[in-house]
């Protein structure tokens, strides 16, 4: 198994250092969609998708509440589906899509693999379908016009799995290796979930939005900034369940920090951990938000 770290998707939100903490200014921020391509021996998996290369043809796919708070980049050299050519991959090879949820910007790049069958949970397909994430942001955040081209879904419940470090689990997912797991997470969507990843030198665990900075994990107190704090409070479903989850998740990163590996879709600290080498996060933006 072979894992690629993509950046699907750079955003540029409102609030500078105020939103992710480390941005020079208060102007924009800089967040990435963080995305993995597992090479396996079943094919491609991709993990999340990002943004699409439809977003990036029709910007209207997207709320344009989120385009003005955000500031998406929409740029088609950041689609999977553009990183997946660069890595000398065709997108048809890509057999399996696994997804922590389907908001605007993990789905956005699902119908750019018309050969995958798409896993997560039924729950969240039920909820995002009827678009259901909240009072105003429901209809915003999730987007049908994403997804109502896949022709191929896996769905799975949330609980009643099997234990994976005190969280339940989906251990057997159609199709996939046993080394990939669904972690059902709920608060931020109802049916949000993560990947654990069995690399055979320990694991890693793609919490999706889950949290958001770094920060908020490997730590005893939570450290996150406003913004990013704000936009979680925005975007939750159930708090009780996000916060606990967190906290949950924090606690996996203090007691198992040598075991498991974590990180969340948006940190760009977390990305340029993971991936020093990606060619994903443009020059220019690395500057301005440096
Ligand atoms: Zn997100």
Same mark, same amino acid.
């Given at each position: 198994?072979?894992?690629?770290?993509?950046?699907?998707?750079? &955003?540029?939100?409102?609030?500078?250092?105020?939103?992710?903490?480390?941005?020079?200014?208060?102007?924009?921020?800089?967040?990435?969609?963080?995305?993995?391509?597992?090479?396996?021996?079943?094919?491609?998996?991709?993990?999340?998708?990002?943004?699409?290369?439809?977003?990036?043809?029709?910007?209207?796919?997207?709320?344009?509440?989120?385009?003005?708070?955000?500031?998406?980049?929409?740029?088609?050299?950041?689609?999977?589906?553009?990183?997946?050519?660069?890595?000398?991959?065709?997108?048809?090879?890509?057999?399996?899509?696994?997804?922590?949820?389907?908001?605007?910007?993990?789905?956005?790049?699902?119908?750019?693999?018309?050969?995958?069958?798409?896993?997560?949970?039924?729950?969240?397909?039920?909820?995002?379908?009827?678009?259901?994430?909240?009072?105003?942001?429901?209809?915003?955040?999730?987007?049908?016009?994403?997804?109502?081209?896949?022709?191929?879904? &896996?769905?799975?419940?949330?609980?009643?799995?099997?234990?994976?470090?005190?969280?339940?689990?989906?251990?057997?997912?159609?199709?996939?290796?046993?080394?990939?797991?669904?972690?059902?997470?709920?608060?931020?969507?109802?049916?949000?979930?993560?990947?654990?990843?069995?690399?055979?030198?320990?694991?890693?665990?793609?919490?999706?939005?889950?949290?958001?900075?770094?920060?908020?994990?490997?730590?005893?107190?939570?450290?996150?900034?406003?913004?990013?704090?704000?936009?979680?409070?925005?975007?939750?479903?159930?708090?009780?369940?996000?916060?606990?989850?967190?906290?949950?998740?924090?606690?996996? &990163?203090?007691?198992?920090?040598?075991?498991?590996?974590?990180?969340?879709?948006?940190?760009?600290?977390?990305?340029?951990?993971?991936?020093?080498?990606?060619?994903?996060?443009?020059?220019?933006?690395?500057?301005?938000?440096?």
């Amino acid at each position: 198994m072979r894992i690629h770290h993509l950046n699907c998707g750079t &955003s540029c939100p409102w609030g500078g250092r105020l939103f992710d903490g480390q941005s020079r200014g208060l102007v924009h921020g800089h967040i990435v969609c963080h995305c993995l391509l597992i090479e396996t021996d079943r094919g491609l998996v991709l993990v999340d998708t990002g943004f699409g290369r439809k977003d990036v043809a029709r910007h209207e796919r997207l709320a344009g509440f989120f385009r003005a708070l955000n500031q998406p980049q929409l740029r088609e050299r950041e689609t999977a589906a553009a990183q997946i050519r660069a890595l000398g991959f065709d997108p048809g090879d890509v057999r399996h899509i696994v997804v922590t949820h389907l908001d605007f910007d993990h789905a956005g790049g699902l119908e750019d693999f018309p050969n995958a069958t798409v896993h997560l949970t039924a729950r969240e397909k039920e909820v995002a379908d009827a678009q259901q994430g909240g009072p105003f942001v429901g209809v915003r955040r999730y987007r049908p016009g994403q997804w109502d081209e896949v022709k191929d879904w &896996s769905l799975y419940p949330m609980g009643r799995g099997e234990p994976w470090f005190g969280f339940d689990c989906v251990r057997d997912l159609a199709g996939l290796p046993p080394e990939i797991l669904l972690v059902p997470l709920a608060g931020h969507t109802w049916g949000h979930s993560g990947v654990a990843i069995d690399t055979g030198s320990g694991w890693l665990m793609y919490v999706g939005d889950a949290y958001f900075h770094h920060g908020e994990i490997g730590q005893e107190v939570r450290h996150c900034p406003p913004g990013m704090r704000f936009y979680q409070w925005m975007m939750e479903v159930d708090r009780s369940a996000r916060l606990g989850n967190q906290q949950r998740l924090r606690q996996l &990163s203090l007691d198992h920090a040598g075991e498991v590996t974590l990180f969340c879709a948006h940190d760009r600290t977390e990305f340029e951990r993971q991936a020093p080498l990606s060619r994903a996060v443009p020059r220019s933006l690395t500057r301005r938000a440096a």
